[in-house]
């Protein structure tokens, strides 16, 4: 696990789900709900957004970058349709 300070390092957040989505899931909570970051984790894996904040999870540009990476990112999203 990764300590606070490096969860809530915005830099280095974007730069790990940039590489690996899910690293979306050790983001802090507020970077969890940055649409930059969790934009960027679901267009490398869909189904990070499951780590996202709610109101990201119900956000149709976010949930449809999540779907054409993977179609199975739609599980996480049942508000938005």
Same mark, same amino acid.
Do not use: C, K, W
């Given at each position: ?7 809530? #390092? &915005? %830099?280095? *957040? @974007?730069? !790990?789900?940039? $590489?690996?989505?899910? /690293?979306?899931?050790? =983001?802090?909570?507020? +970077?969890?709900? #940055? &649409? %930059?970051? *969790? @934009?960027? !984790?679901?267009? $490398?894996?869909?189904? /990070?957004?499951?780590? =996202?904040?709610?109101? +990201?999870?119900? #956000?149709? %540009?976010? *949930? @449809?970058? !999540? ?5 199975? /990112?739609?599980?996480? =999203?049942?508000?938005? +349709?």
């Amino acid at each position: 696990f990764a300590s606070p300070r490096l969860r809530n #390092d &915005r %830099e280095l *957040v @974007l730069a !790990a789900v940039l $590489q690996y989505g899910h /690293a979306l899931g050790a =983001a802090g909570e507020q +970077l969890q709900g #940055d &649409r %930059e970051i *969790v @934009l960027a !984790a679901v267009m $490398q894996e869909g189904r /990070a957004l499951r780590f =996202a904040s709610r109101t +990201l999870q119900d #956000d149709f %540009e976010i *949930v @449809l970058a !999540a779907v054409r990476s993977s179609g199975s /990112a739609l599980a996480s =999203a049942p508000h938005v +349709l």
